[in-house]
């Protein structure tokens, strides 16, 4: 008959029937404890297999061995009759099921009790895996707002390496961005070599390769012994000590940017849970990076914004200042005032700097303050060489003081140069001023230069009215002459030249027209600034012309001008050739255009003959040469005869006669004394009395047969005059 006390079978089965309509106990520990509880004196012990192993949860240790165990599971074995197992519980009794005691703990029963324990277990994983995910939401926000907080991108990607790190329980986390065709470490943690930090993988290398390679997400269990990934980095696993890896893609509007890899050194294999969470903080990482990056391109553009502001400011500060020193400095040039100490004085006082202001020679022309270094100024500045500075530049003395120097540049020529030293200025102000300051003198050159065109163009005209203009046009040429200052009074020479192989000069040279006129220009100021044997009066050119009116009256005189206009025309070009002709001495500018033609016949003279150029010493030539409506005869008679005739008739001499009878004596001083019943030494005095008033030598035959010639002329004159019925003067 059965046991129906609490402590016989009977009670052990009803207090197991009460446990399983309980509710189920916090975790299967407690379940296996309250479930050996229950049974009582029945003795029974609860076990659970972990992997391969049997554990005992609650009851006795020594309950049964693992073989037996495992033949349970078979329905087999020493257990099978006192022991039931469902899923990866069991339940054993210490002694077998008795027939005589009844159905009171049979197997279906114990079985009963392993799913309430499985439940039990199910139950309480479920909700430590709730917790868990729990934990991770909660952890995952907290995250995220470090994540998404960062501004900077390199704070993001350490913050992302540093998070990832420690969520994935890894022991190396690195972000690889994209760079072209390459993804670049950018930042990592947990690295021992510094190699790590610096990878550069291409697609296929590695298993961040793989991922740039695929798209996809990539795990290795085993990084050295997995053939899916390449061998590029397997030396660097090495000294990583690296086992397994996983690395998931960063993907922005469905374009690879990086990639998000985290590596363990122990053996271990990366769980899907450990996948799904790489996977959301790889599209936190990316939403931050991108983040980063329009907050790094935003504060790029923020700081070149604040950039050009300070730059316009700076500018706007520098034109502002320029410009009041730009007004000043006009000024300057208004008035018409000494440019160069003016500018020298109103720059150095602006800026409270030295000035020193160079001439084309490299001398200094102004300085401020007076007591200014200008030895050491101008070693520094003109250098070894001794030239000026052809720009801008900026020099640092040997004291340490800077300068500035521009030069000054006007019409493509240099004229000098601006020097500024020191100053307590802006550099950049500096600079601009000893700009405006150059530009300031150029002025002043171009307004001098201008004025002197103008001046050069109205006496050029003036000239040229002399010479062939009409009556009213040589009257006014004569005024305007005492408006600008030039002296006409006295005898003067008209010196005329030509430029014989200009025209195939240029041609064998390849000139044009500008390089052909700026030969003549150059050649004009080397006459324009002759000074010797005298200043030349007024001078021209026309074409390949040139004519000067130089203040000379004697013979050697216009011969000492004619070499040194022949070494001005060497030094313009030393294959130019010019021809010269000089006109006699004239006092009276109304015989100007006479004197201009004497001039041409002189020159034509001196291409035909080789030697002579001047009017006066042509002889019976000029006859020959000139007009031949026209010739020459009373200016030929008068040059020879007035002197003669002047001094005659002041004192009652006989110098004409004189002269006649010596000419008719075949040229021997006796013969003519004897006719002219004077003494000899009387004869001789006349004689050289004759030379003085007409330089005329009676010793050379030319002198003499023109003489002679402008005699025999002068009795042709009075013969045809007595016809006429004038009386003009006899030879005696």
């Not at 197991?16 to 520990?29: C, D, G, I, K, W």
């Not at 006795?60 to 349970?72: F, I, K, R, V």
């Not at 070693?379 to 030069?407: C, F, M, Q, S, Y």
Request: glycine share 6%; aromatic share 4%.
């Amino acid at each position: 008959m059965a046991d129906t006390t609490d402590g016989g079978p009977t009670g052990s089965a009803n207090r197991l029937r009460s446990l399983l309509a309980s509710l189920l106990p916090e975790n299967p520990v407690a379940a296996a404890e309250a479930v050996v509880t229950a049974c009582g004196d029945t003795r029974a012990s609860v076990l659970q297999r972990q992997d391969l192993d049997w554990v005992v949860l609650a009851g006795a240790e020594d309950c049964a061995d693992q073989t037996q165990l495992a033949a349970l599971e078979c329905g087999a074995g020493v257990l099978r009759d006192r022991a039931a197992t469902i899923g990866t519980f069991a339940v054993v009794l210490a002694e077998p099921f008795n027939k005589h005691t009844g159905p009171a703990l049979d197997q279906n029963l114990l079985r009963q009790v392993c799913v309430w324990i499985e439940l039990t277990a199910r139950a309480t994983s479920l909700t430590d895996e709730l917790a868990a995910l729990d934990d991770e939401a909660e952890v995952m926000r907290g995250v995220t707002h470090q994540i998404l907080s960062a501004r900077d991108l390199d704070q993001v990607l350490l913050s992302i390496t540093n998070h990832t790190l420690r969520m994935s329980e890894s022991d190396i986390c690195g972000v690889f961005l994209r760079e072209g065709d390459e993804l670049r470490m950018r930042s990592c943690a947990g690295h021992r070599v510094v190699d790590t930090a610096r990878l550069v993988m291409k697609r296929g290398q590695g298993v961040a390769g793989l991922v740039f390679e695929t798209g996809k997400v990539a795990k290795i269990d085993s990084y050295l012994h997995d053939s899916t990934i390449s061998s590029d980095f397997m030396s660097l696993a090495e000294q990583e000590a690296t086992r397994s890896a996983l690395a998931v893609p960063l993907v922005v509007h469905g374009d690879l940017i990086g990639v998000l890899e985290v590596w363990r050194r122990r053996y271990s294999s990366f769980t899907d849970r450990d996948v799904r969470r790489l996977v959301a903080l790889a599209d936190l990482a990316t939403i931050a990076i991108e983040n980063g990056r329009l907050y790094d391109a935003q504060r790029a553009t923020v700081d070149e914004l604040e950039s050009t502001r300070i730059s316009l400011e700076r500018q706007l500060s520098l034109l502002n200042r320029s410009s009041t020193l730009q007004h000043s400095l006009i000024e300057i040039v208004l008035a018409n005032t000494a440019v160069t100490s003016s500018v020298a004085r109103t720059v150095g006082t602006d800026l409270g700097c030295g000035v020193a202001i160079l001439s084309a020679t490299g001398e200094v022309e102004a300085t401020y303050p007076r007591t200014l270094d200008t030895t050491t100024l101008l070693r520094e500045v003109l250098g070894r060489n001794g030239t000026l500075p052809h720009r801008a530049t900026r020099l640092t003395a040997a004291d340490g003081k800077t300068i500035w120097a521009h030069p000054v540049i006007a019409a493509e020529n240099q004229y000098g140069a601006v020097c500024l030293v020191g100053g307590t200025e802006d550099a950049d102000i500096m600079e601009v001023a000893c700009g405006q300051a150059a530009m300031v003198c150029s002025l002043a050159q171009l307004q001098q230069r201008a004025a002197s065109a103008a001046r050069a163009e109205a006496l050029d005209q003036i000239l040229w009215d002399l010479m062939e203009g009409t009556a009213e046009q040589r009257s006014a040429a004569r005024s305007r002459t005492h408006q600008m200052g030039i002296r006409l009074r006295g005898y003067h020479r008209i010196f005329y030249g030509v430029l014989e192989n200009m025209d195939a000069l240029a041609a064998q040279e390849g000139w044009n027209t500008s390089s052909s006129d700026a030969l003549r220009r150059t050649m004009l100021n080397g006459i324009r600034s002759c000074t010797q044997p005298t200043p030349l009066t007024l001078t021209s050119v026309r074409g390949n012309w040139i004519v000067a009116l130089a203040p000379i009256k004697d013979r050697e005189r216009s011969r000492d001008l004619l070499d040194e206009l022949h070494k001005i025309t060497t030094q313009a070009h030393p294959d130019l050739r010019i021809s010269w002709g000089v006109s006699s001495a004239r006092s009276n500018p109304v015989d100007y255009p006479q004197a201009f033609g004497e001039a041409k016949t002189a020159h034509a003279a001196s291409r035909r003959l080789g030697t002579v150029s001047l009017y006066d010493e042509l002889g019976i030539v000029r006859l020959l040469l000139g007009s031949s409506d026209n010739p020459d005869l009373q200016g030929f008679i008068k040059e020879v005869t007035e002197p003669l005739l002047d001094y005659d008739q002041q004192s009652d001499g006989s110098l004409l006669k004189t002269l006649r009878t010596f000419f008719d004596a075949n040229c021997s001083q006796k013969d003519a004394a004897e006719r002219l019943f004077v003494h000899p030494k009387t004869l001789a005095y006349r004689l050289e009395l004759i030379r003085k008033l007409t330089n005329l030598d009676l010793s050379r035959h030319a002198d003499r047969m023109r003489a002679d010639l402008a005699l025999r002329l002068l009795q042709v004159t009075q013969a045809v005059s007595d016809l006429d019925g004038e009386s003009p003067p006899s030879l005696g």
